[in-house]
């Protein structure tokens, strides 16, 4: 019996830690019980030897056996409707045909299911091959000769059957992924390789195409394209919560297959191991980690000389690179040494005459060789985040083939040389700054200098203030697709270039909605906590500086001169192309926005504009229509100092006012009292998608909009010190509340759908009611928080008082202080409150004293003694 069940438990509990990740379970709707059954296996799997020698004594123990059993029976009755829902799982992906045409796959679909023995990564690899493919093409996958190959270790061939379903010119692509071991990647880089390695091809093998007209593609649209089509395929996994699919990884399983498929033209190489390549084989990519001080290479890669990729990853300690390392490399295209502590690049670099990408992020150059105006091949140079950087050479203005270059996060760059305008084939400038300190020298670059770059798709200009004329800069760039203008403030010291080093950062994260503040993901426990710890370390004394708005604007803030010069020169830049989809500003000192935001439509001007955020706004005192704008995704408004109200204004004059808005967040609003949708007639459609909102350190807000409700579509509302608004109720919210530091909050009440309460140190809350379907609840407590609080003792009565098939909170969760724990422990005062809950996990804020509960089966677990 024990080796029988011992058997069984393992298998199990190996097949259902790979099906948890499936999506399968979420179209089933039983990820619940496999998820419970995963937990019981584990619970009890320890135990099986003893509990073979004690059931023939034990009648008790010999019962517990017998359920066990059943249990089995149980998980091979659900592994098995896995497999076969699995196989409609892939044809609901592939398919989009009549019902009879549909059901004819079924029978196709579960044998492809069995053959990839139930595992996620094999079913969505097999679903990207047949996603949209006629019945042959499922009977020739079926079929084909890949699932024999001895070649290929068995758990990999559904993989490998995805892969020899690219087109030939995807797969080189894709198998470039696998060099970079880090989990975390981000698209536009990897385009980049591959464009620096010759492997994005035009339809028409047509070196020439990447000049673009109205007509055609860049080699950036379309890498973009191959891009897509390997998430699509899901052999390339895109980061969860984030818009703009921007960020991705590789499964383990992938890359160990394209490490099968490279043969060694392409090596994972850990440094101080032996290197192992056959000699007789080119090796032509490398990636190395785990590197010491200095560069060293394999002597097989010093001595074939024909290496055309070298990637360093998690070597932070390397500094120095020998000159004889580069001459050794004169076949390079590709050479990334981000995230080392490179002090100096050697002037031989400009030797490598067939280098096209540079990657310098976050070294600790000083400066860059002037030689390397000679790369007269190189398309893409990335600066960003070199603190000591202090010039760039003059000779950076000759590298005529560049596309891409990122200068953000450069503190100590005070300017850029003048004749970037010279730079006509650039497609992505990041960082472009104007002027420089010394006002009396020629060295800066003004706004004239992009009259001429008519290719720009990414724009980020700096130092806006030092600017003296618009120059129409922003004319003649008819492929603009990411514009940010950023302000340096009066008060803000001559240590950074302009607050544009954290403009990317904002833009690769907050501008693609990865995470807006307003829990947009479901938090595991250890975040959330981590982020209370963040909110309890900003102290009071940033609790009182929000309150203090009076006068300070005055004292910090700008002049009337600088005010009249920034809206002057905003306009004289002239309109930007309709083709716009993200658009940043930062800091920006106008009272108000530039005419060619106000003078026309705004669903006219910006028709594509997806992503907007206004961060900075001293002086304004009003904000646009943007509900206007018709594929708005994600709007962030942040310090706008002078604003108090914000009104039906805001929403437009159309039918549908952010009729594409997904996440909305506000914050750092000081003045800010009043939000209402007063006047907006009830037959205009507000927020219809809205899915997320965040409002954030706006201490005078007084209540939410009553109009609120009408967000139909909204999943979760983070509010974080807003000190005024008393109450929340009568709003549609499908998933998630979070409040924390809301002192001024009495009431949370009728809001029938919400499934996941988090409140944090609100400690004047005293009503929470009408919750119908509340499953998880989270408490933080504040430090001197003695008792459980009222509300919380009166929602728990509310539940208990339910008939048991109408309970549906499922799991409360509290950290506080020890006092407060120990009076929640077995037997304790707290404990007939919460012992009918079905899970209950407390815990002090450090985490070291726990209780741990489960109502169902019964288990109770702490780590503080009883009385």
Not at 176 to 191: A, G, H, N, R, T
Not at 341 to 361: T, V
Not at 733 to 748: P, Q
């Amino acid at each position: 019996m024990a080796l029988v069940l011992d058997f069984f438990v393992s298998k199990f509990l190996t097949a259902t830690a790979n099906m948890v990740e499936t999506e399968i379970f979420k179209v089933l709707g039983i990820n619940k019980e496999i998820k419970s059954l995963q937990k019981r296996l584990g619970t009890i799997n320890d135990n099986l030897q003893q509990v073979e020698q004690k059931r023939r004594i034990n009648h008790e123990i010999d019962i517990w056996a017998r359920k066990l059993k059943d249990i089995m029976y149980d998980a091979d009755d659900i592994i098995d409707i896995c497999m076969i829902e699995g196989g409609k799982l892939l044809k609901a992906r592939a398919l989009s045909g009549d019902e009879d045409e549909i059901s004819s796959f079924e029978e196709i679909g579960i044998k492809l299911v069995n053959k990839c023995d139930g595992l996620p990564l094999a079913i969505k690899a097999i679903a990207g091959v047949l996603y949209h493919q006629n019945k042959a093409k499922w009977e020739e996958v079926l079929e084909s000769d890949a699932w024999n190959m001895d070649q290929i270790e068995e758990e990999l061939r559904p993989l490998y059957l995805s892969y020899e379903d690219l087109p030939s010119r995807f797969k080189q692509c894709f198998l470039y992924c696998s060099l970079y071991p880090q989990k975390d990647m981000f698209s536009m880089e990897i385009v980049q390789f591959w464009a620096a390695e010759g492997l994005i091809m035009s339809e028409e093998d047509n070196w020439r195409r990447d000049l673009p007209t109205q007509n055609q593609r860049t080699l950036e649209d379309l890498g973009e394209e191959i891009y897509r089509e390997l998430l699509g395929r899901n052999l390339l996994e895109a980061k969860k919560d984030e818009l703009s699919k921007s960020f991705f990884s590789m499964h383990d399983h992938f890359r160990s297959l394209c490490a099968n498929l490279m043969r060694e033209e392409g090596i994972l190489y850990r440094h101080g191991r032996e290197f192992k390549a056959d000699d007789n084989v080119k090796v032509r990519r490398l990636s190395i980690s785990c590197m010491g001080p200095m560069l060293v290479l394999p002597a097989q890669i010093l001595r074939q000389a024909c290496l055309r990729t070298l990637i360093l990853t998690d070597s932070p300690q390397t500094k120095t690179i020998e000159d004889s390392v580069v001459q050794a490399l004169l076949c390079l295209r590709v050479l990334d040494l981000s995230e080392t502590s490179i002090e100096k690049i050697p002037d031989c670099i400009g030797e490598l005459l067939h280098l096209r990408y540079l990657d310098l992020d976050g070294t600790n150059i000083r400066e860059i060789p002037t030689t390397i105006g000679n790369l007269v091949n190189l398309q893409s140079l990335n600066i960003i985040r070199c603190k000591f950087l202090e010039r760039l050479p003059v000779s950076i203005t000759k590298l005529h083939n560049l596309r891409w270059l990122n200068m953000i996060g450069c503190p100590l760059l005070t300017y850029v040389p003048k004749g970037i305008g010279k730079l006509e084939n650039i497609y992505s400038l990041y960082g472009f700054m104007i002027g420089q300190n010394d006002s009396t020298s020629e060295e800066g670059c003004d706004l004239e200098e992009l009259k001429n770059l008519s290719k720009l798709r990414v724009l980020i200009i700096l130092r806006l203030e030092r600017a003296e004329k618009g120059a129409s800069a922003l004319a003649n760039k008819p492929f603009l697709k990411d514009l940010t203008l950023s302000w340096m403030r009066p008060d803000e010291e001559e240590d950074d270039n302009g607050g544009g080093h954290d403009a990317q950062a904002n833009e690769e994260e907050d501008g693609d909605g990865k995470d807006d503040g307003s829990g947009q993901r479901t938090e595991t426990k250890e975040e959330e906590e981590d982020e209370n710890e963040e909110v309890e370390d900003e102290g009071e004394e940033e609790e009182d500086e929000n309150e203090e708005v009076d006068g300070e604007e005055e004292e910090k803030g700008w002049n009337e001169e600088q005010i009249s010069k920034a809206e002057r020169i905003c306009n004289e830049m002239s309109q930007p192309s309709s083709t716009l989809v993200h658009l940043h500003f930062y800091d920006y000192p106008g009272r108000q926005f530039p005419s060619w935001m106000t003078s026309s439509s705004l669903a006219e001007s910006f028709p594509n504009l997806t992503y907007l955020m206004l961060l900075g706004l001293p002086c304004c005192v009003e904000l646009l229509p943007l509900g206007t704008l018709p594929q708005l995704k994600y709007l962030r408004i942040e310090s706008a100092n002078a604003i108090t109200t914000i009104g039906s204004q805001f929403l437009g004059s159309r039918s549908s006012a952010f009729p594409k808005l997904e996440a909305l967040r506000f914050e750092d609003m000081p003045r800010w009292e009043e939000w209402t949708f007063n006047g907006a007639p009830l037959s205009v459609k507000l927020f219809p998608s809205l899915m997320e909102c965040a409002i954030i350190d706006c201490p005078m807000l007084r209540a939410l909009p009553d109009g609120l409700h009408r967000a139909t579509n909204l999943n979760q509302l983070g509010l974080l010190r807003t000190y005024e608004l008393g109450e929340i109720n009568n709003i549609t919210l499908a998933y998630r509340l979070e409040v924390a530091k809301c002192r001024g909050l009495k009431k949370i009440s009728n809001i029938s759908s919400l499934r996941s309460l988090v409140v944090i140190e609100c400690g004047n809350l005293e009503c929470v009611e009408n919750l119908d379907k509340l499953q998880h609840l989270v408490l933080i407590c504040s430090e001197e928080m003695e008792q459980l609080p009222q509300w919380f003792m009166d929602l728990i009565e509310q539940h208990n008082n339910m008939a048991s098939s109408h309970r549906s909170l499922k799991k409360f969760e509290m950290a506080c202080n020890l006092q407060l724990l120990m009076s929640c422990l077995e037997g304790n005062e707290n404990w007939d409150i919460l012992k009918h809950i079905p899970v209950v996990e407390i815990q002090t804020y450090s985490s070291k004293e726990y209780i741990r509960y489960t109502k169902d089966p019964y288990n109770y677990d702490t780590n503080i003694p009883s009385n």
